[in-house]
């Protein structure tokens, strides 16, 4: 079980505005930067979001992302069916040393 | 381009070792810290082990600590993660990846399948 809590599931029709949670603690994300990550099956995670809220060259503006406290959250506009994906969450944990991964959030396009 | 290509995966029996290897190009290797991640079947991403830029600094996740030992070559643009005394649970697709400016992973590679099994 991950240190970090990401809902399981969520789910849109195409156009709505959907929201993904990440919940950690004073140790990674109240302390540290955040991650957000886009993965489909069989293929190479891709950023989408890095230090909270800036977006790498190529990602649409579709994608956002904030932090407050020890809470992170992805919000995605205008949803498509090419959204559909795995969505996870990550920072560094000051306690651990390391890196902690959100368990993914599986986003599915009604 | 940055580009990360793994290798080295395969069927291993529980206790034995294997060694992946991740080749990096497009960028200046000695500049960025390196992660590998793994994904176990139908689970999640886990964070295994990071190695800083020029190699003197390393940390793993508990699940591996005492068994895999991350490494780079810069000479070979090559990260590598050596593993020993595998079990069933570290069966998995292990992912290289290149820090960014916040060191956390930026660019993936498509991954190595590891498959602990009898």
């Known amino acids: 079980q991950s240190v970090v809590t990401q809902p399981p599931s969520a789910s849109g029709t195409p156009g709505q505005r959907v929201t993904i949670s990440c919940s950690g603690s004073?140790?990674?994300?109240?302390?540290?930067?955040v991650n957000w990550y886009q993965h489909l099956p069989g293929t190479a995670p891709k950023l989408l979001i890095s230090?909270?809220?800036q977006r790498p060259s190529g990602v649409p503006a579709r994608f956002s992302g904030s932090r407050s406290g020890t809470s992170a959250s992805l919000a995605i506009s205008g949803l498509q069916s090419e959204d559909e994906a795995d969505y996870y969450c990550a920072a560094w944990d000051d306690s651990l040393n390391g890196v902690v991964f959100g368990g993914g959030t599986k986003l599915t396009v009604l | 381009e940055v580009q990360l290509v793994e290798s080295g995966g395969g069927l291993v029996q529980p206790g034995g070792s294997l060694r992946l290897s991740c080749a990096a190009s497009?960028?200046?290797?000695?500049?960025?810290?390196m992660h590998w991640v793994r994904q176990t079947p139908g689970k999640g991403l886990v964070w295994v082990s990071r190695?800083?830029?020029?190699?003197?600094?390393?940390s793993y996740a508990d699940s591996v600590k005492g068994r895999f030992t991350i490494s780079r070559d810069t000479a070979e643009n090559a990260l590598y993660l050596q593993m020993h005394d595998l079990r069933a649970e570290d069966t998995a697709v292990y992912y290289c990846?290149?820090?960014?400016?916040?060191?956390?992973?930026?660019?993936w590679g498509q991954g190595t399948l590891v498959t602990v099994s009898s």
């Open positions: 990846a290149r820090s960014g400016d916040n060191l956390l992973p930026h660019y």
């Open positions: 190695i800083n830029s020029d190699g003197t600094g390393t």
């Open positions: 230090t909270d809220k």
């Open positions: 004073s140790s990674n994300i109240g302390s540290n930067a």
């Open positions: 497009g960028f200046t290797f000695s500049t960025y810290w």
